[in-house]
């Protein structure tokens, strides 16, 4: 018997989907919204736990032998000892690939039709038929800089516009493997690219973007990965979204080429204090545009269906002996 404990908001059709596997039983707790223990009769029994935050009482958890996180950041698991335990632990990986890359297809448009300065003049009476108001993106050069899920939905739906995709990868682009895919979306056999280019080649890879997309995860090696050099190799002509994590570009650099124009604009979704204080200069500028992290969320429309989907699908996975998906490996959960 498979002894699972729910501790997240329930979808009560998955739940009865899983109640309904053969050789599990399945308890449900109030879920947390911090790190903090769960009752020790519980711990020590369950063998599979659905979680956003591990409990604070690991050490009770002796039967434990996989985890499912409900976000795709995973630091809240790193370096607690699980790998050193043989615990399997998943993340949430692709549920948020539909909304992030709809954001960025989003700030594309308003970006390169300074949609800012539009609605700037509507809330003035000043009727202005500039031609920056009037740019397509069709035949615009992107590049996707990281080739995960959320870069592969951009590619999708950036191929259907018309655009031209580079990527930039660490070595070759790989078939997407086993992770989490919404059904017809993204390029799980990673052909969609016009053009590849791997470490070493970044100065090529930026030199005469439209437009650069951040879509890699925020790591040791990743942080302040992005700085004066590669902002400067890019064209002044270009805009830099940035879904993925703030400090992956370095915060000085980013504002020197606001300032200085390196660059035309930007589109943030994620910052580098939060929330963002009122006095923080990125406010200020007419080119840039700035969300509440809210490119991809819990509050997404699909979010419950999908993390649901993904616990179903490695709950049978796990029965049937079968290779999990988004399976965290011993050195992502030892912080390397």
Known sequence: ?????????????????????????????????????????LAKDTNVLFCTFPPTNMEDCEALRMIQISTVGYNQVVNIGLAERGVRVCNAQG??????????????????????????????????RSARYQTEIRGFKVGIWGYGGIGRETARLAKTMGMNVRVLV???????????????????????????????????????????VVAVP???????????????????????????????????????????????????DTHYHYPMPPDHPLWDFPNVI?????????????????????FLENVRRLVQGEPLLNELSPSQLDGQ
Not at 11 to 36: A, I, S, W, Y
Not at 290 to 310: C, D
Request: glycine share 6%; proline share 8%.
């Open 290 to 310: 700035m969300t509440p992290h809210i490119s991809g969320s819990s509050q997404s429309t699909h979010f419950m269906e999908r993390i649901w989907s993904i």
């Open 95 to 128: 549920v948020f690939d539909v909304p992030i890359a709809e954001w960025n297809l989003a700030m594309m448009f308003q970006l390169a039709r300074d949609m800012r300065g539009m609605l700037r003049n509507q809330e003035q009476k000043i009727w202005d």
């Open 1 to 41: 018997m498979l002894n699972i404990l729910v501790d997240m908001p329930v979808d009560r059709e998955k739940l009865k989907q899983l109640q309904d596997v053969p050789g599990v039983r399945v308890q449900t707790v109030p879920p947390r919204e911090k790190p903090e223990p769960i009752p020790k009769e």
């Open 218 to 268: 925020l790591t040791k090696h990743t942080e302040g990965m992005i700085g004066e050099e590669e902002l400067r190799a890019l064209p002044q002509t270009a805009f830099v979204l940035n879904p993925s994590r703030g400090p992956i570009i370095r915060e000085d650099a980013l504002l020197r080429a606001l300032r200085e124009g390196w660059i035309a604009g930007a589109a943030l």
């Open 170 to 212: 660490r070595d070759h682009v790989k078939e997407r493997g086993h992770t989490y895919c919404v059904p017809g979306t993204g390029d799980p056999l990673g052909t969609l690219p016009d053009q590849v280019f791997t470490s070493g080649q970044e100065a090529a890879f930026l030199r005469d973007l439209d437009v650069l």
